[in-house]
C-alpha cells in the first residue's frame, strides 16, 4: 500500500554502506550518561578515554579523536608530510580518489597512485615510485588501506604489507594506514587489532561504520606524531567541544563492536555467491573478504536504481560496478530477500530487452 508516495509494504535493505549504521539503545544511553568537558582544551574525560583506550588495544602511544576519517586521514597526511611532497599510495586509495583532492587543497601534495591488484601494491612497485631527483616532487608519505574499500573490501596479508612497511622505512619514509576498516582486517585474518597496524607510523581507524558509532574517527601513532596532528586538527576546524557525547559512542563502538564484524562477512559472502548466481550479474568471489561486494552488470546506475525502486539500496561506482555493504542491520533474512528482488529485476530487465 502507497501511502503519500512512501510503499509501506515495500521492504528496504540498505546495503549502500556500513555508515548507515545507527547507534543502539546501550550506546545511547552512554551517550546521554557521559561525562564530558571542553576538549578544545583537552578537558573532555570522555575523549580522553576513548583515545587512550584505543591507543591500548592498537598498542601505540596516542590516539586524537577526529569528527571524520576524511579529517583524520588528511590530518596525518599533512603531518607526515612538507608542502610540495608526494605521496604514495595504492590505486583506488581513499585518500585521493574519495577525499575530492583535499590533500592538494589542504596540504599542497600530490598523490602518486601506484598499481595494487586486490589493494596490494609490490615492493618493487613501491621502490619504484619513490622519487629523490630535482625534477621531481620528494616522495614525503606511503599510505596503504587496510581493508582496501576500492579494491572489495579486501584484507592485505600481514606478512605482505609487513614487506611494504619495511620497504618504506629503508627509504626513510614514514608509512601511514588508512585503517578506516582495520577492525574488519583483524576480524577477517582472525588476529589483533594491534597485529593489523603494527609497523605503521600512524592509523586512522573509524568508529562509525560497521562498529557502529554515529560520528567519530581515531588517529593513532607517537605522542609527537599526534601532537602534529592536533594542530592540524584545529586548523581543519576539527576541534570540537563537549565531544565526550560522542566519544561515550565510540567507547561502545570499539567495546563491543568488534564482535558483530564476522556476521557481516558471513552474510557478505551469502550476498556474493547468492548474487553470482543471478544471470547478468558477475561477482569476483576471490575478492570478497569482508562486509564489501561488488557486483559487475552491463549498466550499473540503471540497474541501481531499478533495484533501489524494489527496496534494495546499493551503489553504483563507475560504468559497471555496484557495491553493497553488510553491516549490524543487514539479517540473513534481509540477504535472502535482496537477492530475491535483485534476482525478480535482472529476469524482468531482460524480459524487457527481449520483448
Ligand atoms: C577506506 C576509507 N577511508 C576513509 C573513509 C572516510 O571516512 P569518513 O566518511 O568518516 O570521512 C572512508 C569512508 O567511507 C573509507 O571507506
Redesign the pocket.
Known amino acids: 500500500m502507497k501511502v503519500g508516495g512512501y510503499d509501506a509494504a515495500m521492504p528496504s535493505i540498505d546495503l549502500r554502506?556500513d555508515?548507515v549504521t545507527v547507534p543502539d539503545e546501550a550506546m545511547r544511553r552512554a551517550m546521554a550518561a557521559a561525562e564530558v568537558g571542553d576538549d578544545v582544551y583537552g578537558e573532555d574525560p570522555t575523549v580522553i578515554r576513548l583515545q587512550d583506550e584505543l591507543a591500548d588495544m592498537v598498542a601505540m602511544e596516542a590516539g586524537l579523536f577526529f569528527p571524520?576519517?576524511?579529517?583524520s586521514?588528511q590530518a596525518a597526511l599533512a603531518a607526515h608530510t612538507g608542502r610540495g611532497d608526494e605521496v604514495i599510495l595504492p590505486e583506488g586509495g581513499?585518500?585521493f580518489e574519495?577525499?575530492i583532492g583535499a590533500m592538494s587543497l589542504l596540504s599542497g601534495l600530490t598523490p602518486r597512485p601506484i598499481p595494487a591488484p586486490a589493494g596490494l601494491p609490490t615492493v618493487d612497485a613501491l621502490r619504484g615510485a619513490v622519487h629523490r631527483s630535482i625534477h621531481q616532487a620528494p616522495t614525503g608519505l606511503v599510505v596503504l588501506?587496510n581493508t582496501h574499500?576500492k579494491a572489495g573490501g579486501t584484507v592485505l596479508p600481514l606478512a605482505a604489507q609487513r614487506a611494504l612497511i619495511d620497504v618504506a622505512h629503508e627509504e626513510r619514509l614514514p608509512i601511514h594506514l588508512?585503517g578506516?576498516?582495520a577492525f574488519n582486517a583483524a576480524t577477517a585474518l582472525g588476529v589483533e587489532i594491534s597485529e593489523v597496524v603494527r609497523g605503521f607510523d600512524s592509523v586512522?581507524i573509524?568508529l562509525?561504520?560497521g562498529l557502529g558509532a554515529p560520528v567519530g574517527?581515531v588517529l593513532l601513532g607517537s605522542r609527537d606524531f599526534v601532537a602534529v596532528a592536533h594542530r592540524y586538527r584545529k586548523a581543519f576546524g576539527g576541534g570540537m567541544r563537549q565531544a565526550g557525547i560522542l566519544a561515550a559512542a565510540g567507547l561502545e563502538a570499539i567495546r563491543r563492536g568488534p564482535a558483530w564484524l564476522a556476521d557481516d562477512h558471513r552474510r557478505a559472502r551469502m550476498l556474493a555467491e547468492g548474487a553470482a548466481r543471478i544471470p547478468g550479474v558477475s561477482v569476483d568471489l576471490e575478492r570478497v573478504h569482508t562486509n564489501i561486494v561488488f557486483l559487475d552488470v552491463d549498466d550499473a546506475t540503471s540497474v541501481a536504481a531499478d533495484w533501489n525502486e524494489h527496496g534494495v539500496r546499493s551503489n553504483a561506482l563507475g560504468a559497471r560496478a555496484i557495491r553493497l555493504v553488510t553491516h549490524r542491520h543487514i539479517a540473513d533474512e534481509d540477504v535472502e530477500t535482496a537477492l530475491r528482488i535483485m534476482a525478480d529485476r535482472m529476469e524482468a530487465r531482460s524480459e524487457q530487452v527481449r520483448s
Do not use: L
Open positions: 554502506s555508515t571524520s576519517g576524511t579529517m586521514n581513499h585518500v574519495y577525499e588501506e574499500n588508512d578506516a576498516r586512522s573509524c562509525s561504520k574517527t
